[in-house]
């Protein structure tokens, strides 16, 4: 995996972490190549997002009362956060949806993952920019973790939008995806629910465990499980795929797994931290993101970069 900025020219002979605004990155990326991305944008929800790492000891003057009444003090280790509010959200995602097409392969899929609040907007916006006949599906991940408010339904999925770049030549491998156990395995077969059944659009999956191995602490930190199905699915052995978005890099940990190859792009110095971490061989100096080349230049060389 190479580690560059917006500024580098940015060839596909290998894995690819850019560090920059994603936008200047998706120009410099060449048309017609990949065969999946998937978007998992901020959610316009109008707060910052962040998670906090803490240490616990114990201490007769803490600020937490434990089990038995015992008290410990606590310390903030670390704070990972990013700003999720956008005047226009439809106007930031327009131009890097619109570029986003130009880059699917002809057999190419688009997967955009958006929440309650925004999913409707968005269809519509990529019903114009991709044609309505190129919607393939509307997946449902549910999960149950979190406070339940007791005056409304607690909101508890996200909605994943699936666009093709050609109707009906689209990559789709439904016996690549992992089975799942039947909900009412005595209703069929024993051989069947041995074999367990292929997942619907509606997906139950937990989240990040929050002391699981996967976990690496990013807010919003999506899981493998969910990443694994859109990448077995939509993409082929040594097929790109692209996450303009990418923060934790779930999406190149699970190409890692398949044998896929990938381009991860985000302008949080602390994600392309995150990431180096996960993917790379460890710790290593993050570059600022730089200015990108114009618009109309595509890849041409790589330079030598750094290597993790």
């Known amino acids: 995996m190479r580690?560059?900025?917006?500024?580098?020219?940015?060839?596909?002979?290998?894995d690819l972490l850019v560090?920059?605004?994603?936008?200047?990155a998706l120009a410099a990326l060449p048309e017609g190549v990949f065969d999946l991305i998937y978007m998992d944008p901020p959610?316009?929800?109008?707060?910052?997002?962040?998670?906090?790492?803490?240490?616990?000891?114990?201490?007769?003057?803490?600020?937490?009362?434990?089990?038995?009444?015992?008290?410990?003090?606590?310390?903030v280790l670390q704070t990972l956060s990013y700003d999720d509010e956008f005047a226009d959200y439809l106007a930031f995602l327009e131009p890097r949806l619109r570029r986003a097409r130009e880059l699917l392969a002809p057999h190419g899929t688009f997967y955009f993952h958006i929440d309650y609040r925004e999913a409707h907007y968005c269809k519509l916006l990529l019903d114009e920019l991709f044609g309505r006949d190129?919607?393939?599906?509307?997946?449902?991940?549910?999960?149950?973790?979190?406070?339940?408010?007791?005056?409304?339904?607690?909101?508890?999925?996200?909605?994943?939008?699936?666009?093709?770049?050609?109707?009906?030549?689209?990559?789709?491998?439904?016996d690549a995806v992992e089975r799942e156990p039947y909900m009412a395995p005595g209703l069929v077969s024993a051989e069947k629910a041995a074999r367990g059944k292929r997942p619907t659009d509606v997906w139950f999956h937990t989240i990040v465990p929050t002391n699981g191995r996967e976990k690496t602490g990013y807010p919003t930190q999506k899981p493998e499980g969910v990443l694994?199905?859109?990448?077995?699915?939509?993409?082929?052995?040594?097929?790109?795929?692209?996450?303009?978005?990418?923060?934790?890099?779930?999406?190149?940990?699970?190409?890692?797994?398949?044998?896929?190859?990938?381009?991860?792009?985000?302008?949080?110095?602390?994600?392309?931290?995150?990431?180096?971490?996960?993917?790379?061989?460890?710790?290593?100096?993050?570059?600022?993101?730089?200015?990108?080349?114009?618009?109309?230049?595509?890849?041409?060389?790589a330079p030598p970069g750094n290597r993790y």
């Open 3 to 14: 580690l560059c900025t917006v500024a580098d020219p940015l060839l596909l002979d290998d």
């Open 19 to 24: 560090a920059g605004d994603n936008e200047q």
């Open 43 to 75: 959610f316009n929800t109008g707060r910052a997002q962040a998670r906090r790492t803490l240490s616990v000891v114990a201490d007769h003057g803490g600020d937490r009362v434990g089990f038995g009444g015992r008290r410990y003090a606590s310390q």
């Open 134 to 174: 190129a919607f393939l599906n509307e997946l449902i991940w549910s999960y149950d973790y979190g406070a339940k408010p007791r005056r409304r339904w607690p909101a508890k999925h996200d909605t994943i939008l699936v666009y093709v770049r050609t109707p009906g030549a689209h990559h789709f491998d439904a």
């Open 228 to 301: 694994r199905r859109i990448v077995s699915a939509s993409s082929r052995p040594g097929g790109w795929c692209l996450d303009p978005f990418a923060g934790s890099g779930t999406l190149g940990a699970v190409c890692q797994e398949l044998a896929r190859r990938f381009v991860l792009i985000d302008e949080n110095p602390t994600a392309t931290e995150v990431m180096i971490n996960r993917l790379g061989k460890g710790p290593a100096h993050v570059p600022a993101p730089g200015r990108a080349h114009a618009p109309g230049r595509r890849a041409v060389h």
